[in-house]
T-cell receptor, first 115, second 114 residues
Framework: AQSVTQLGSHVSVSEGALVLLRCNYS??????LFWYVQYPNQGLQLLLK??????LVKGINGFEAEFKKSETSFHLTKPSAHMSDAAEYFC?????????????FGAGTRLFVKA | KAGVTQTPRYLIKTRGQQVTLSCSPI?????VSWYQQTPGQGLQFLFE???????NKGNFPGRFSGRQFSNSRSEMNVSTLELGDSALYLC?????????????FGEGSWLTVV
């Protein structure tokens, strides 16, 4: 079974600073990887998706992620944090087993943005 | 295009009762997945339905069940509620075919068991 590990349950940055949220995956086959964001009292919203078409994936709200096979990583970055980026971020992988496909989520990283 | 709709948004139940949550997927989506989200356990996969058939199931007790109707709408049911069932229950839909399907979430149903 495939899995993802998010390093750091909490990350705090200053407004305008670089955002870096870490995600490592475990997969024996080329994975489909996702980043989702969850704002308070809401469901999860898709930020971006890796499908092997390009290693650098651009998403919404200025976020991007780079797939690095050698490091089994798919870290999420944003050059300049905004207060509105404060939320919880989830890395996910699409997994297939005998029952079919399902999306497996990491534990999440809560991003705090300081003024 | 309307998104995934979940009802009710908030509910309070008493231990021992049962609850039914409803999910309407994005139009044209045939797959519906359910997740339980709690502060301690994160997002846990409950089950996935495709064309009225359960294709996948997570590690939850039999008190948790679901079904999908011919119009792809889905319900999940939790019987004999326990305090630990208090959580945000999220429904997600996708086309359901092929690997790497993107799933799209609803706003969730907040269940509090007292």
């Amino acid at each position: 079974a495939q899995s993802v590990t998010q390093l750091g349950s909490h990350v705090s940055v200053s407004e305008g600073a670089l955002v870096l949220l870490r995600c490592n995956y475990s997969s024996s086959v080329p994975p489909y990887l996702f980043w989702y964001v969850q704002y308070p009292n809401q469901g999860l919203q898709l930020l971006l998706k890796y499908t092997s078409a390009a290693t650098l994936v651009k998403g919404i709200n200025g976020f991007e992620a780079e797939f690095k096979k050698s490091e089994t990583s798919f870290h999420l970055t944003k050059p300049s944090a905004h207060m509105s980026d404060a939320a919880e971020y989830f890395c996910a992988v699409s997994d297939q087993d005998t029952g079919g496909f399902k999306t497996i989520f990491g534990a999440g990283t809560r991003l705090f943005v300081k003024a | 295009k309307a998104g995934v709709t979940q009802t009710p948004r908030y509910l309070i139940k008493t231990r021992g009762q049962q609850v039914t949550l409803s999910c309407s997927p994005i139009s044209g989506h045939r797959s519906v997945s359910w997740y339980q989200q709690t502060p301690g356990q994160g997002l846990q996969f409950l089950f996935e339905y495709f064309s009225e058939t359960q294709r996948n199931k997570g590690n939850f007790p039999g008190r948790f069940s679901g079904r999908q109707f011919s119009n792809s709408r889905s319900e999940m049911n939790v019987s004999t509620l326990e305090l630990g069932d208090s959580a945000l229950y999220l429904c997600a839909s996708s086309s359901g075919q092929g690997s790497g399907n993107t799933i799209y979430f609803g706003e969730g149903s907040w269940l509090t068991v007292v």
